[in-house]
């Protein structure tokens, strides 16, 4: 099956610095893939590259079908009544389900004749999304869509997108920098820290393929290709790749999506990528 | 796309629709009531320039100042309220507000929301100034037979033939630009209004080289006979034919006055006149109205399409 999205040596420039460096990803048709780092690690650039509002400076990134994007601060005209910013989308895109538009609205009880700037913060984003879901994507992509939402909020924004992607073929991509968001509702997992891409792959397989180990500072780690660790003590945790230690002091047990990040982010040497064989730090 | 334009810019279109409306209004109500006035007390003859029409005239002139004075401000406002309402928000309103992410990254590529925008707003700007143009026009001809100052006065120059259609899509475009330089509406505002008064002054300086000046010799007098005409500069000939900018050793006393009164700089003209000087007058006949009203439109219509296509330029390059 051929990639949602797919970026080849993507490199993206501001001025002089690189925000985003040879970047080689795929993201399988139908999956919900998490774009997850820290701040200024690059997942904006990369995704407005993605939707056309950037030029790479190198290399390509291709989408397969349409795209829908809804940018961070999910920006809607504050003049408009919801029921024009429908005609705004009806104007602006070829494909276009109106009656699903307006069901999703009743649905969650949003008033088509109040003003988008008299709408609540977490109405605004669940107008914003019916907009991208109403142009019938074959890629949606998010980012930050559950920034500066209340809890309730967050869970809604998140639910109505997830029965989207049970009804019908559509690849998601979001971005978040709080995992915890992710976590239930994510099967792909993508990980950008300082413009280069550490992470990309199928979460259940990440997480099958890890193991965060425990134990004695002096335990011999050989056979593993460790990702990155700590220390508190005399104890080192360390998170590793591949099957466990022969050394008995280790207790080694299976990562949470969290323990995974964080270990990766932590070590910016170290890479999971399809194609690699690991790259121990 | 056509609904969109409309939809976001209709508070502009129908406030410049307005004001165009209202002073229709009160053009047409001024020149109806001139004409009835006329009809009623004008002798025979009149209006024209026969001693008698004289009362007439004056009549007609205070009714024509006193509606002058109310949009007489327009070459340079209408022009600089253009460009801060119609376009610097046009770009800077939607970087500002972050929308430009949801308006570029639907189905319609920018270059066409790009296209479809300049040209209905752009089309529309130039259809406002010509209709400013054709009622003032119209108005006029009403107070001012035969004395014009279409030509002479730059400040109704502006307002007539295609002058406020090119000045109105200059600055529309000078304020679309601005908008992709800052991407914030305020700022670029500014910069229109700052713009535009330059432009103005910089295009009335270079007015007087649309075209190689004509010249004639006064005798008697250093007055042209023409209202109409635009003054380039003016000189003294010698009787020797050698042309200066002051006489020297003219053996005529020269005294400043002082006050209003200008007899003294009268008597020694008169003095000079008396000993074969003339005074040479450099000047734009009247004639040359479309002359000057096309190369002045062409420039502003040459600057808008540069400034317009900096502004596109800008914003395919990097439309994030």
């Known amino acids: 099956m051929s990639p949602a999205l797919e970026a080849t040596g993507l490199g993206v420039r501001y001025r002089r610095t690189w925000a985003l460096r040879d970047c080689s990803l795929s993201v399988p048709t139908g999956r919900v893939a998490a774009l997850v780092g820290p701040n200024g690690a690059g997942k904006t650039t990369l995704m407005h590259a993605a939707v056309g509002l950037l030029r790479p400076a190198r290399g390509s990134v291709r989408v397969a079908g349409e795209a829908a994007f809804v940018?961070?601060?999910?920006?809607?005209?504050?003049?408009?009544?919801?029921?024009?910013?429908?005609?705004?989308?009806r104007r602006m895109n070829t494909r276009?389900?109106?009656?699903?538009?307006?069901?999703?609205?009743?649905?969650?009880?949003?008033?088509?004749?109040?003003?988008?700037?008299?709408?609540?913060?977490?109405?605004?984003?669940?107008?914003?999304?019916?907009?991208?879901?109403?142009?019938?994507?074959?890629?949606?992509?998010?980012?930050?869509?559950?920034?500066?939402?209340?809890?309730?909020?967050?869970?809604?924004?998140?639910?109505s997108i997830m029965a989207e992607v049970a009804g019908r073929e559509l690849t998601v991509l979001l971005s978040s920098h709080v995992v915890s968001d992710l976590e239930e509702t994510c099967d792909w997992l993508v990980v950008l820290n300082g413009g280069r891409l550490q992470v990309s792959g199928d979460?259940?397989?990440?997480?099958?393929?890890?193991?965060?180990?425990?134990?004695?500072?002096?335990?011999?780690?050989?056979?593993?290709?460790?990702?990155?660790?700590?220390?508190?003590g005399r104890q080192v945790s360390m998170l590793v790749r591949g099957a466990p230690p022969l050394d008995p002091r280790w207790q080694a047990r299976r990562p949470g999506l969290e323990e995974l990040v964080m270990g990766y982010l932590r070590s910016p040497e170290s890479a999971a990528l399809p194609g690699l064989t690991g790259v121990g730090a | 796309m056509i609904w969109v334009t409309w939809r976001q810019h209709r508070a502009q279109i129908l406030v410049t629709a307005t004001f165009l409306v209202l002073l229709g209004v009160?053009?047409?109500?001024?020149?109806?009531?001139?004409?009835?006035?006329?009809?009623?007390?004008?002798?025979?003859?009149?209006?024209?320039?026969?001693?008698?029409?004289g009362d007439l005239a004056v009549a007609l002139g205070q009714r024509y100042d006193a509606v002058y004075s109310v949009f007489?401000?327009?070459?340079?406002?209408?022009?600089?309220?253009?460009?801060?309402?119609?376009?610097?928000?046009?770009?800077?309103?939607?970087?500002?507000?972050?929308?430009?992410?949801?308006?570029?990254?639907?189905?319609?590529?920018?270059?066409?929301?790009?296209?479809?925008?300049?040209?209905?707003?752009g089309g529309a700007v130039v259809a406002?100034?010509?209709?400013?143009?054709?009622?003032?026009?119209?108005?006029?001809?009403?107070?001012?037979?035969?004395?014009?100052?279409t030509f002479g006065n730059i400040g109704v120059f502006n307002m007539v033939g295609v002058e406020p259609a090119a000045w109105w899509l200059y600055a529309f475009a000078l304020g679309t630009a601005a908008g992709t330089l800052f991407r914030r509406t305020l700022p670029a505002m500014a910069l229109v209004v700052a713009g535009v008064a330059v432009s103005m002054f910089t295009l009335f300086q270079l007015?007087?080289?649309?075209?190689?000046?004509?010249?004639?010799?006064?005798?008697?007098t250093v007055l042209l006979d023409d209202p109409d005409a635009r003054l380039v500069s003016a000189a003294w000939v010698e009787p020797s034919g050698r042309e200066v900018a002051e006489p020297a050793d003219s053996g005529c006393p020269r005294r400043v006055d002082v006050g209003q009164s200008s007899k003294n700089a009268e008597a020694w003209q008169a003095c000079l006149f008396g000993k074969g000087y003339r005074y040479a007058v450099y000047y734009h006949p009247p004639s040359r109205f479309w002359r000057f009203q096309w190369t002045e439109a062409g420039i502003l219509a040459l600057a808008s399409a540069a400034l317009g296509g900096l502004a596109v330029r800008r914003t395919l390059r990097r439309p994030g």
């Open chain 2, 128 to 149: 406002g100034g010509l209709l400013l143009s054709l009622m003032v026009s119209l108005w006029r001809p009403v107070f001012r037979t035969g004395v014009d100052s």
């Open chain 2, 207 to 220: 007015s007087d080289y649309y075209a190689e000046p004509a010249r004639t010799e006064l005798s008697g």
């Open chain 2, 26 to 53: 009160l053009l047409l109500g001024s020149a109806m009531e001139a004409s009835r006035y006329v009809a009623e007390h004008a002798p025979p003859g009149c209006p024209g320039a026969a001693v008698a029409c």
């Open chain 1, 203 to 232: 979460i259940e397989e990440l997480l099958d393929g890890h193991l965060v180990l425990t134990g004695p500072d002096e335990a011999s780690a050989a056979g593993t290709q460790m990702v990155g660790g700590s220390r508190t």
């Open chain 2, 72 to 121: 007489g401000w327009m070459p340079l406002v209408a022009p600089a309220l253009i460009g801060a309402f119609w376009g610097a928000p046009l770009l800077g309103r939607e970087y500002e507000r972050g929308t430009h992410r949801l308006a570029w990254t639907q189905a319609v590529p920018v270059w066409r929301w790009l296209a479809v925008k300049l040209s209905l707003l």
């Open chain 1, 71 to 89: 940018a961070q601060d999910k920006p809607l005209y504050e003049s408009f009544t919801v029921a024009e910013m429908l005609t705004f989308g």
């Open chain 1, 96 to 159: 276009w389900d109106d009656a699903a538009a307006a069901d999703r609205l009743a649905g969650l009880g949003i008033p088509l004749k109040r003003k988008v700037s008299g709408l609540s913060g977490g109405q605004q984003a669940q107008v914003a999304v019916t907009l991208a879901l109403a142009g019938r994507p074959d890629l949606l992509i998010l980012d930050e869509p559950l920034a500066n939402l209340d809890p309730l909020a967050r869970h809604d924004v998140m639910r």
